[in-house]
């Protein structure tokens, strides 16, 4: 969506403050032991307490309030009977609408004590958000957040997911801009405009540039011994830096 006024904006901030805040509570409460559909109750009951509706189980019927991806999954993960353990690599990605707007956000973190591979694909996939938003005004080609995000994977030593990427948001989950990619698509000629509202999402890779869809129908995988990470805001596109909704609070 475009938004239109001060009461667009609102909306989409409130929106975005309470993703942000249910996908830091998930993400704190990550041990060793749990299960993926414990993690994903306490999402739930988050997002209810919010008034919040998860947001792809009322556009897609998802089979769970949030999507958490471990290891080897890239995306779109189905909680369920699945144990974290140390050392694993989960992705917690967070949407919904609240009061007819939607918000989307995500984030990767490595259970400890983890390995440094896991733990630098982390600090690259969260540099590759920063200087992916830094690219992000009025007028500016979209295909300059994919460049950004591509250079910061190889300066690091990791691949990106080709077939995985950012979208509009705002009146629904998946809205026009598609395909903001995380590499440079010298062929996409489209420019951001004032108002826009957007989910920026880099995916990188250690060894996988394309993810398959699991016997689930959800689930996205790519090579089995891969890692892969991803961070996720939504953000306003102004014509200076984007306003980002999805901040944690002690960032805000």
Known sequence: MTVQG???????LRAG??????????????????????????GAELLDGFGALSAPRVMYNFPGATCIS?????????????VIEA??????????????????????????????????????????????????????????????VEKTAKSHGFKVIRNLGGHGIGRSLHEEPDGIVSYFDRRDRRRLKRGQVLAIEPFL???????????DGWTLVGDPASRSAQYEHTIIVTDGAPIIATLSETAA
């Open 70 to 82: 471990v290891n080897e999954e890239a995306a779109h993960g189905v909680p369920g009977p699945r």
């Open 17 to 42: 403050r309470v993703v942000a805040r249910v996908r830091d509570a998930m993400l704190d409460a990550i041990e060793p032991g749990m299960t993926t559909a414990e993690l994903d109750r306490l």
């Open 205 to 215: 890779s250690t060894l996988s540039t394309v993810v398959d869809e699991m016997d």
């Open 6 to 12: 001060e009461a667009d904006v609102e909306g989409i």
């Open 87 to 148: 050392g694993d690599l989960v992705n917690v990605d967070v949407s919904a609408e609240v009061a007819g707007y939607y918000a989307d956000t995500g984030a990767s973190m490595v259970v400890p004590p983890g390995s440094e591979a896991s733990k630098r694909l982390c600090r690259a996939t969260r540099q590759a958000l920063k200087r992916a938003l830094a690219q992000v005004r009025s007028g500016a080609p979209i295909n300059g957040i994919g460049r950004a």
